[in-house]
T-cell receptor, first 113, second 111 residues
């Protein structure tokens, strides 16, 4: 079946630094990648949608300059949280849409201290 | 945007009891998907329903799409502790078919 590999699984960073999260589709081509954020005991909130080779489309209220998304190839998308602050601490999950429907990465738990 | 409602957010059952939860929309849906997220895990696709009145079964799980395609149900027969987790319904919208999730219902099962 379709697999999306997401790294890192967890990361702790200092306030003001940047963190990059990678998602790779291992056995299929992900034409579209979605990035979600999930706070404790809440649902998944879509942050942005990216299509390979084009700029990401951000949801209302999501800062484009803070959450940089790159989808340079059909198998790799990255989310960079720039100048992270404690309020950015959350569970970040990618989802790739390909021939198998939607496949989720295992998530990245970000803690900003 | 299109939204789906899941109420309540938590339900506790005794192992062996049946469990049913619903997902409701004020608008007609083209399709609906169900996902399960275990504590600390990521959402795992369970099923997609497309046709009006469609019923699909996966072992002890039964999924149904309403006749008007405005609601869906998930029924678990004889719950087990392995059923613990949060169940989300989700719908696709827009040109990119982005997936929008309901708030989810967290099921706990007392052994």
């Amino acid at each position: 079946g379709a697999v999306v590999s997401q790294h890192p699984s967890w990361v702790i960073c200092k306030s003001g630094t940047s963190v990059k999260i990678e998602c790779r589709s291992l056995d299929f081509q992900a034409t579209t990648m979605f990035w979600y954020r999930q706070f404790p005991k809440q649902s998944l909130m879509l942050m942005a949608t990216s299509n390979e080779g084009s700029k990401a489309t951000y949801e209302q209220g999501v800062e484009k300059d803070k959450f940089l998304i790159n989808h340079a190839s059909l198998t790799l998308s990255t989310l960079t949280v720039t100048s992270a602050h404690p309020e950015d601490s959350s569970f970040y999950i990618c989802s790739a849409r390909g021939g198998y429907g939607y496949t989720f990465g295992s998530g990245t738990r970000l803690t900003v201290v | 945007g299109q939204q789906v409602m899941q109420i309540p957010q938590y339900q506790h059952v005794q192992e062996g009891e049946d469990f049913t939860t619903y997902c409701n929309s004020s608008t007609t849906l083209s399709n609906i998907q169900w996902y399960k997220q275990r504590p600390g895990g990521h959402p795992v696709f369970l099923i997609q329903l497309v046709k009006s009145g469609e019923v699909k079964k996966q072992k002890r799980l039964t999924f149904q799409f309403g006749e008007a395609k405005k609601n869906s149900s998930l029924h678990i027969t004889a719950t087990q502790t392995t059923d613990v987790g949060t169940y989300f319904c989700a719908v696709t919208t827009g040109a990119n078919s982005k997936l929008t999730f309901g708030k989810g219902i967290t099921l706990s099962v007392r052994p």
